[in-house]
């Protein structure tokens, strides 16, 4: 049956940095955004260093997308927890009478796409649609802001639905709390055929939660997931919660899973043995290959700072291994570059190594792998996308040439109180529009 199906590739859809990228320390429990805090940013070199990874990506040969950054600050917000006047006022009210949320109002955090949704290829899902649930996000007030705009995103990306279901994100509440495929791997023999989906939570909202840091994701919402795509192979594991309170705010801190390999830290799992045990039940056309690297070999702690298993993991055309993309972080920790090098040469999946840098992002807790959402698509899928939002040379090169008109190069979170700021985002994102094929009324303000 599997031979019958069509041909797939696994696309990155990453998300552009934004024009108010700032280090608040909006995220308790994500340490790099608690330890940067009120550090000056660099919007530009941020947004350069995404357009950076998106050519590498594009030139190792897999299809790249391109998702728009959110209008911040959200003026909206602003407006419906009581603070009124013209744009200009409500920024400069908020800025005086409640900072922090200011700063909530201007976060880049849609900048993650491994959080803007959970994903199910066509091969996977019932209806045999591409199906997608926009992560609600709302563990953290800054990131509850994303949902709707995502999902409006995602709709101008894959808008044909005969073969796309973009749905709503799930309801609302602490129950259902989703942070999307930042905690979902997929395995598979190949990408086309039915595979095994790893849905990790790291709580079950029936159990009362005494953690020192929040545990965002939780069963109920992954359950929901996986039901209204009706996706096959779910395997459902806990997250530790002894790495939750390490610092490990989402299971991609600690594991990354591609084609027939998970790549984990030991302590990634609450049970790591039944994981594997009921992966294996669930892979009906491969054995999968588990690469395990141990605490003895690489501490939690030094996993977390390098963000090793942060990497990208991909399958790169006439390669028979993976190939992983990791931030410089990794190679600067010496016992996370140790791991790499022996994953590499114990001959197993993993074949190769290719470091980025992506150190603002990094900086706020967000590394290769935070900035990609990854879809698996047919040809026929693929032709059904938004050509616009395909990311080649020459829209490297368009906005390259976009981000140095319009965006800054030091930013202070004081600085999110100029309104000057709004105008100059609104701006970016007015010529974004056009480039990106978004249509009218696509942002708040262009409404
Ligand atoms: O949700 N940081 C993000 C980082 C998300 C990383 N994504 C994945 N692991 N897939 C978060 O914690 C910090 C923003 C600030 O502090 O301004 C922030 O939201």
Known sequence: MSSLRAPAVEANADGLVGPTHSFAGLAPGNLASEINK???SNPRSAVLEGLSKMRLMAGLGLPQFVLPPHERPDVGFLRGIGFGGTDHQVIEAAARQAPELLNTACSASPMWAANAATVTPSA????GRVHFTPANLLT???????????????RALFPDERRFAVHDPLPA???FADEGAANHARLCADHGVPGVNLFVWGRDAYEPWTGRFP???TKQAFEAVARRHGAGGAVFARQARAAIEAGVFHNDVVCVGARTCLFFHETAFEDAVAVQADIRAAARSFEPQ?????????????????YLFNSMLVSLPGDDRLTLIAPMETA?????????????ASNGPIGRVEYVDVRQSMRNGGGPACLRLRVVLTDDELAATNPAQRFDATLHERLTAWAERHYRDRLLPADLADPHLLDESRAALDALTGILGLGGGFYPSQR
């Open 38 to 40: 009120g550090d000056p």
């Open 140 to 154: 953290n007030l800054h990131r509850s802001l994303e949902g709707e705009q995502t999902t409006r995103s995602l």
């Open 332 to 344: 600067e920790t010496p016992r996370a570059a140790a791991a790499v090098e022996r994953a590499i």
């Open 124 to 127: 996977d899902a019932a209806d």
């Open 290 to 306: 588990f690469v395990q690297i141990d605490a003895a070999d690489l501490p939690l702690g030094e996993a977390i700072k390098s």
């Open 215 to 217: 545990a965002r994701q």
């Open 173 to 175: 509440q602490p129950h």
